[in-house]
C-alpha cells in the first residue's frame, strides 16, 4: 500500500499526463478505413486480478461489426498476418513478438450457410465454416542495428470461435467460446475470436466537432455508438517470465524487470504487378495501435497513414510536434473556453510516451525515449475496486499504467488535455462512462458477441405494417 501511495505522489508531482484524443482507433486513418479486416481498433494490457503473475492482453481488429453481416460474416483475415509487440527495454523496438496467421475452411461449398441449426462444436459437421490459426513466437535481439529474430511455432490448427449466428444456429454458444480458450505448455493462455466491441464512446458527438451534448462536465445523456457491435479480439495472458527483460517473474512494483511496453500490428504481402503477372513480395505493416486515441486526433490527416506503417522507436522524431502541442488543446479551447494549455505540453509526452517515473517507465534506459506502446508495471496490485479515470483519480493500476477494459479513456483524454494535471481541472466527458455489456471476471474478459439475430439497429416491422 505504501509503495502504491509513493507511486501516486510521484506521479503527481510530477504532472503526470495522459494521451490525448477522442475515439480509441477505429478508422482512424484514411488507407486503413478501406481495409477494415486488418485495422486495429484497440490494445489493452493489464494485470487481471485473477492471474496477479501473468500479462493479460486484449488486441482487437475490425471496427463496427454489425452482428447481422451473412452469409459472409466477419472474420480475420486468411491473407494478413497479426502481431502482439511487447518491449522489455523501452527503446520502442520488439523484445518478444506473437504472429497469428489463419486459415479458413469450408466443409461443404454448395451450401451457402455459414452453419446449420444447431451445430454444437468446431467438430460437428454441422459448422459448415471454421477458421483455424496459429502462432508463431518471435525473439529479436539487436546487433548493429540489426534485428536478429528467432522464431518457434507454439501451436498451430487452433479454432477461433465463430461469430454468433444467433441462438438457432448456435444454441449453445458459449460452449464454442469455452473450447477456443486453450493453454499452451509454457503456461500461455489463449482465446481468439468474436467478441462485443469493449470500446465505449459517443462517437457521433465526438466527431461532430466535440459536440458534447451536456458540455458542462460529464453528465450522462451521451450514447454509446459501438454498442451492440462487435471486433475480432486476440486474448493472451502470457507468465511474466516470458515477457520481461531477464525472462523471470516480477518480484514488486520497483523490480528492474517490471515494466513492458505493449501495442499491436497487422501486417500484409506486397503485391507486385508487372506484365499482368501478379508477384508476392514480402511483409509490410498496414496498422499499428498502442495507446488508444493517438493516432485518431494528435496525429493530424497526412501523416496518418504514415503512422500506421512506421515502428514506435521513430516516433518522437517523427511525430513528437505534435504530442507537445496537441491540436486538441486548441480545438477545447476554441470550443469550450477550458483554458487547455496548448504548447511545451512535455507532460502529455511523458505520461503517454515515455511513462510516469516510478510507476510506469522503464528502468535503465537514457531519455526515456518517447514510444507509442501501453507502457505496464507488471508489479503494481490489481485495484480491489476499479476506477474508470485511473491514475488521475488515484487508481494507480489504470490508464496509463497499462490500459484496462472499463478505463474511460475519452474522459481521462480529455480532462488531460485540458490541463488536469497543471491544475486545470475541468470535469469534462462524453457521458458514456462505460460499456454497454458487463466484463467477464474470467478470462477471455471481454463480454460475449451480440447475436446477428440480435442485431441492432433494426426496425421490427408491426403486423399489418408490411410496406
Ligand atoms: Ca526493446
Ligand atoms: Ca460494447
Ligand atoms: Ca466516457
Known sequence: MRKLLLAAAAMLACALVVPLALSSSHREAPGIALDPSADNTDTYAWTAADAPGALTVAANWIPGEVPANGPNFHSFDDRARYYIHVDNTGDGRPDVSYRFSFKTKVRNKNSFLYALPGANGFDDPKLNVIQRYSVVRERHSYRHGRDRVKEK?????????????????????????????RSLRDGTKLFVGQRDDPFFVDLGATFDGINLRKPTGNQGEGKDDLSGYNIHSIVMQLPERLVTRDRKAVSGLEAANAVVGVWSTTERRRLQVSGGRGRHGGWVQVSRLG??????????????????????????????QYVVKPE???????????????????????????????????????????????????????????????????????????????????????????????????????????????????????????????????TRVEPGHAP
Do not use: W
Request: aromatic letters at 6%.
Open 291 to 320: 495507446n488508444p486515441l493517438v493516432n485518431e486526433v494528435v496525429i493530424p490527416l497526412g501523416k496518418k497513414d504514415q503512422f500506421n506503417r512506421t515502428t514506435p522507436d521513430r516516433d518522437a522524431a517523427l511525430y513528437g
Open 153 to 181: 511455432t507454439l501451436a498451430r490448427g487452433l479454432p477461433v470461435a465463430p461469430p454468433n449466428i444467433g441462438p438457432k444456429t448456435f444454441p449453445s454458444y458459449d460452449n464454442f467460446v469455452s473450447a477456443a480458450i
Open 328 to 458: 486538441l488543446a486548441a480545438v477545447l479551447n476554441t470550443l469550450f473556453s477550458v483554458g487547455a494549455p496548448e504548447d511545451n505540453r512535455t507532460d502529455i509526452v511523458q505520461a503517454v510516451l515515455q511513462g510516469i517515473p516510478g510507476l510506469n517507465q522503464h528502468s535503465g534506459v537514457k531519455g526515456p525515449p518517447a514510444v507509442d506502446t501501453i507502457k505496464v508495471n507488471l508489479g503494481t496490485p490489481p485495484a480491489s475496486s476499479e476506477n474508470r479515470l485511473g491514475v488521475i483519480a488515484g487508481d494507480t493500476a489504470g490508464y496509463p499504467n497499462g490500459r484496462r477494459l472499463g478505463d474511460d479513456v475519452v474522459d481521462i483524454d480529455l480532462q488531460v488535455v485540458a490541463g488536469f494535471l497543471k491544475g486545470n481541472k475541468v470535469p469534462l466527458g462524453d457521458g458514456v462512462d462505460r460499456n454497454d455489456k458487463p466484463f467477464l471476471a474470467m478470462f477471455p474478459y471481454l463480454a460475449g458477441p451480440t447475436s446477428g439475430f440480435d442485431s441492432a439497429p433494426s
